[in-house]
């Protein structure tokens, strides 16, 4: 099973600021099938990347993921207020397919 | 408007059987694998399993095999999971998502991440 391992466990940054998350995977993970999600307290989660770089419909352009092999990066250009929320990512190229941890991001 | 409406929540007791449901709409629903994903309180995402809605193939993870049932009545576009006795564990929310991607005939796997969410189904299960 590939595990992965996000950092930092909590983020607290300022509105207009720039965060950087990141996933490290325990191995390669095939092809960049790797995606990141939003979800905010009480709702379901929301795909921002897939494919280890591609944004999902609708997200805006401030989301940009980047990486390969076993390390990928999550930054948000300038965090508006209604990102501040937990983060996910998650493999899908071995099964079983796994999520990190979470990435908590807060205001500070 | 793609969307994934599931069942509401439930309280169960201790050995009971409970089956949730997902209803798919705005989509091809046969086209699309169906992921079921748990989140215990408080913790963070867990992948359960998939179906294909087509022909109701569907694949566990190791962690969730044997525990849990999923299926699908594609008539009525809609995934089901299944409990046959349930338990404290069990308590959690529980989505469902449509795989995105295309199908990866070496490995047996759909490759897409999870692109339209349900709302989530809360289970608790107590005495």
């Known amino acids: 099973e590939i595990v992965l391992t996000q950092s930092p466990g909590t983020l607290s940054l300022s509105p207009g600021e720039r965060g950087t998350l990141s996933c490290r995977a325990s191995?390669?993970?095939?092809?960049?099938?790797l995606a990141w999600y939003q979800q905010k307290s009480g709702q379901a989660p929301r795909l921002l990347i897939y494919?280890?770089?591609s944004r999902a419909t609708g997200i805006p352009d401030r989301f940009s993921g980047s990486g390969s092999g076993t390390d990928f990066t999550l930054t948000i250009s300038r965090l508006e207020p209604e990102d501040f929320a937990v983060y996910y990512c998650?493999?899908?190229?071995?099964?079983?397919?796994?999520f990190g941890q979470g990435t908590k991001v807060e205001i500070k | 408007e793609v969307q994934l409406v599931q069942s509401g929540a439930e309280v169960k007791k201790p050995g009971e059987s409970l089956e949730i449901s997902c209803k798919g709409s705005g989509y091809s629903f046969t086209s699309y694998w169906i992921a079921w994903v748990r989140q215990m309180p408080g913790k963070g995402l867990e992948w359960m399993g998939i179906?294909?809605?087509?022909?109701?193939?569907?694949r566990y993870s190791p962690s969730f095999q044997g525990q849990v049932t999923i299926s699908a009545d594609k008539s009525i576009s809609t995934a089901y999971l299944q409990w046959n006795s349930l338990k404290a564990s069990d308590t959690a929310t529980y989505y469902c998502?449509?795989?995105?991607?295309?199908?990866?005939?070496?490995?047996?796997?759909?490759?897409?991440?999870?692109?339209?969410w349900g709302q989530g189904t809360m289970v608790t299960v107590s005495s």
């Open positions: 494919g280890a770089s």
């Open positions: 191995q390669s993970v095939t092809s960049s099938y």
């Open positions: 179906i294909y809605p087509g022909d109701s193939d569907s």
């Open positions: 998650q493999q899908y190229g071995t099964s079983p397919w796994t």
């Open positions: 998502a449509t795989v995105s991607g295309y199908y990866d005939f070496w490995s047996g796997y759909p490759r897409g991440a999870f692109e339209i």
